[in-house]
């Protein structure tokens, strides 16, 4: 059989796609960018790469252009037009991705298990849910808002960064109880660099800080690392279900349950390719 040296035009449109998802993904309140880079499996080259990246800068850079490209597409260029979605159809936005990552928790379970595992993974996982459980729940209950300036949106891009190197920390969830998620997306949406520079530095800061620690985690932690982010991408993910959405009328149930089923089948099918599409050597 012949040897792939190079990615197939299909699977540069897949990763494409997973990277605007990715972006649109660090957008849309309660999911994060870290979740969806696990669920598509490319989380291990990002930590990789991010934790040594003069190292590994030729062989993982090329192999993420296509998601790089697909992620700022999705987190720049649809910034806008995403904010429009979320301010008319909010619930049905979510639902959609629910479903998107409900429908990849059985390729991270079993990318989880892909060195075996203990009762200690799934203590991790448990505790892991407990505590984002708690975490987000305790920030949809405090209600502060504060008056954005230079420090705070330096603090948006360290919660940005941390959507990304901890799955599950999704940094609209923590920004929307502080009232800084809005005018952090309308800056991004506009180039603001008014809000970049500081959000751009926060994120800079958090990624050299904290990498290097998370990617050695999960080097010598491997089962309990990845099966607390299993459980970390289930709590995080129940957590933004809008079920007084679906109480509220049988209309808004079935077109809330139209895209959560939606989600489920586009991500069904995503894995299908994932795991079909030959894969560069």
């Not at 009762?119 to 984002?132: D, E, P, T």
């Not at 620690?213 to 970390?232: C, D, K, P, R, T």
């Not at 079935?254 to 995503?270: Q, S």
Request: hydrophobic letters at 55%; glycine letters at 10%.
């Amino acid at each position: 059989m012949k040897k792939n040296n190079k990615p197939s035009i299909t699977r540069l449109i897949l990763q494409i796609f997973q990277g605007a998802l990715i972006g649109l993904g660090a957008v849309l309140p309660g999911i994060s960018g870290g979740v969806l880079c696990v669920v598509f499996g490319i989380y291990k080259p990002v930590m990789e790469l991010l934790s040594h990246p003069f190292q590994n800068f030729k062989t993982h850079v090329p192999k993420l252009i296509p998601v790089i490209i697909g992620a700022a597409v999705g987190f720049l260029g649809i910034a806008n037009l995403l904010a429009y979605f979320l301010e008319k159809y909010p619930d049905t936005s979510v639902c959609l991705f629910v479903g998107l990552i409900g429908g990849m928790l059985p390729s991270l379970f079993r990318e989880a298990g892909e060195q075996g595992r203990t009762k200690g993974s799934f203590v991790s996982m448990g505790i892991a849910m407990v505590i984002i459980f708690a975490l987000l729940g305790w920030l949809n209950v405090a209600s502060v808002v504060i008056t954005p300036n230079f420090v705070w949106y330096f603090f948006c891009g360290f919660c940005l960064a941390l959507s990304v190197i901890a799955p599950g920390m999704s940094f609209s969830t923590l920004l929307m109880p502080l009232g800084l998620y809005t005018p952090f997306v309308d800056g991004i949406g506009h180039l603001d660099f008014s809000i970049l520079v500081p959000a751009g530095i926060g994120a800079v800061v958090t990624v050299v800080c904290l990498a290097k620690a998370v990617n050695s985690l999960f080097e010598h932690h491997y089962n309990l690392a990845f099966h607390a982010i299993v459980g970390i991408v289930i709590a995080a993910t129940v957590m933004i279900i809008p079920f007084g959405s679906f109480a509220s009328s049988a209309g808004q149930f079935a077109v809330n349950l139209f895209y959560l089923v939606l989600g489920v089948v586009v991500a069904l099918i995503l894995d299908y390719f994932n795991q079909k599409v030959p894969v560069e050597d």
